[in-house]
C-alpha cells in the first residue's frame, strides 16, 4: 500500500493553540485528516487556524468516566464513512517527534494491523467478597455512580479533600467485605464515585478483561471489526460505561481476541509514567535524546507554554 490515507483522532479539551499546532504538523502528513474531537465542557475555541474538523462532545467529559468512552465512540461512528487505511489517536497533549512522511511510510510498510499497548496481561475473574482485590478489580468489577460535578465544583479544593476522606472513610465503615467502595479522581478536580461490586461481568475465557493504553492506531479493517463488536455487543459498552477509566480497558478488551497477533504489541507513543501517578510525566528538553533514539512517532505530555521546546522539535525533528 503505497498511498496510505491516515485519519487522525485527537481527544481535546483545553489549549487551543496548542492543538491547532499539533494539527497543522498532523495535516501536513500525506494523505492525512484530523478530526477533533473537543470537550464541550471547556469552552470551544472563538477562531480555529488548524486544517481540522472540530465536533464538541455531546457531553462533559468528565476524567475516568464513562462519558469518555462515549464520546471515543461517537467519534468513531462519525468516522465509519470517511475514507482513510489507518486510525490514529492521539491527546490534545501529544506533539509528534518524527515528520508526518516517516509516519505514512512506516503504516505504508509495516506487517501489523494496530499498534495497541497492552499492560498487565488478562485481569482474573474478581475474588470472593473480602478478598484482596487489584487495581484493575477496582476499576472494572464496580458499577460507578459519580456525584454530581456541579455540585463538587462549588467545594474548595480543601472541602474536596475533606468530603472525599469522609466519604472513603463512611462506606468502607458500611462495607467492610469491600461491597461497596469510594473511587476518588486525580486532584480532587473532578468527583469522587460510589462503586458497588457488580454479581456479574460481561467477561469469559475467551473475552477477558484486559487494560492498556488509550492511544493507539489501527488499520481500517481493525476499524470496521471493532464497530462491527460494538453494535453486536451493547452490553460491553453498558458495563464500561460505569466503570472507572474505561477507554484503557474498553479497546484492549474487545480487539485483543481477534486481533493480538496482529497487533505489534506497542503504540506509536513515547509516555513515561512515574510510580502510581495517574498523569504522565511532561516531556522536558533533557527527554528529546531518549525519546529521538527510541523511534516513536509521537509524545506525552508536552507543556503548551514550553515554546523553546517545541521550536526545536519543528526545527530539527519535524524539519518545519
Known amino acids: 500500500m503505497s498511498n496510505v490515507r491516515i485519519q487522525f483522532l485527537v481527544a481535546a479539551h483545553t489549549e487551543p493553540a496548542f492543538v491547532a499546532r499539533l494539527c497543522d504538523h498532523l495535516a501536513a502528513t500525506p494523505g492525512a485528516e484530523v478530526m477533533v474531537q473537543w470537550d464541550c465542557a471547556s469552552e470551544p475555541p472563538r477562531s480555529w487556524s488548524a486544517r481540522a474538523d472540530v465536533r464538541p462532545t455531546r457531553a462533559p467529559c468528565g476524567w475516568g468516566s464513562g462519558a469518555q468512552l462515549d464520546a471515543m ?32 511510510d512506516h503504516l505504508a510498510a509495516t506487517p501489523h494491523q494496530l499498534f495497541l499497548a497492552p499492560e498487565d496481561g488478562p485481569v482474573a475473574p474478581s475474588r470472593a467478597p473480602g478478598a484482596p482485590q487489584s487495581y484493575l478489580h477496582d ?29 472513603q472513610r463512611t462506606v468502607h465503615a458500611l462495607s467492610p467485605t469491600g461491597r461497596m467502595r469510594v473511587q476518588r479522581r486525580p486532584d480532587n478536580a473532578f468527583s469522587p464515585g460510589i462503586g458497588v461490586r457488580r454479581g456479574s461481568t460481561p467477561f469469559t475465557p475467551a473475552r477477558p478483561c484486559r487494560k492498556g493504553s488509550d492511544w493507539f492506531a489501527m488499520s481500517r479493517v481493525v476499524f470496521d471489526d471493532l464497530l462491527a463488536q460494538v453494535a453486536a455487543a451493547p452490553e460491553y459498552v453498558e458495563h464500561f460505561r460505569r466503570s472507572y477509566c474505561p477507554n484503557e480497558s474498553f479497546f484492549h478488551t474487545l480487539l485483543l481476541p481477534a486481533w493480538e497477533d496482529a497487533n505489534a504489541g506497542h503504540n506509536l507513543h513515547h509516555i513515561r509514567f512515574v510510580g502510581e501517578r495517574a498523569h504522565p510525566e511532561t516531556v522536558r528538553a533533557a527527554d528529546l535524546d531518549d525519546i529521538v533514539e527510541r523511534g516513536v512517532f509521537f509524545a506525552r505530555k508536552f507543556d503548551p507554554t514550553d515554546v523553546a521546546l517545541l521550536d526545536r522539535i519543528d526545527r530539527e525533528l519535524l524539519r518545519a
Open 139 to 167: 476499576r472494572y468489577f464496580y458499577r460507578y455512580a459519580w456525584i454530581p460535578h456541579g455540585a463538587w465544583s462549588r467545594l474548595s479544593p480543601g472541602a474536596r479533600r475533606v468530603v472525599g476522606a469522609g466519604l
Open 73 to 104: 465512540l461517537d467519534s468513531m461512528r462519525a468516522l465509519a464513512t470517511a475514507r482513510f487505511d489507518w486510525l490514529v489517536v492521539l491527546s490534545g497533549q501529544d506533539y509528534p517527534v518524527r515528520a508526518g512522511c516517516e509516519l505514512h
